[in-house]
C-alpha cells in the first residue's frame, strides 16, 4: 500500500478551533459547487451520494481524500490559495476550492 492510500484511510484530523465547517456534495459523477469563504484552519467534507467510490485528490498535495460510495470524509486546509482538485477513479472529475488565509 502506498504513503498516499494509507494518507486516504488515516481519520480526517480535527478543525483547529475556531474553524468552520463545509461541505461538498459529489453526486452523479462531479463535485458540487465550492462553499465560499473557506480559510485557512476551516474543514472540508466531501459527501458521496454516488454508488461508485471517488476521491477528492488535491493536486498540489494539500489534501487527498478517500470517498467510499456513500460516505463522507474531511480534510482541513492548512494553506491559502486556489486548489484544483481532481477524482482519482474519474481524472474527468475535476473542480476548485480557494482557500484564504
Ligand atoms: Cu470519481
Redesign the pocket.
Known amino acids: 500500500m502506498t504513503a498516499a492510500a494509507l494518507a486516504a484511510l488515516a481519520p480526517a484530523l480535527p478543525a483547529r478551533a475556531g474553524g468552520r465547517s463545509h461541505v461538498i456534495v459529489v453526486d452523479k459523477?462531479a463535485f458540487g459547487a465550492a462553499p465560499m469563504g473557506i480559510k485557512v484552519g476551516d474543514t472540508v467534507t466531501w459527501t458521496n451520494r454516488d454508488i461508485?467510490?471517488?476521491?477528492a485528490t488535491a493536486r498540489n498535495g494539500a489534501f487527498n481524500v478517500d470517498l467510499p460510495p456513500g460516505a463522507s470524509a474531511s480534510a482541513v486546509m492548512n494553506r491559502a490559495g486556489t486548489i484544483a482538485y481532481y477524482?482519482r477513479?474519474?481524472p474527468a472529475?475535476q473542480a476548485q476550492i480557494s482557500v484564504s488565509a
Open positions: 459523477m461508485v467510490r471517488h476521491t477524482c477513479f474519474h472529475m
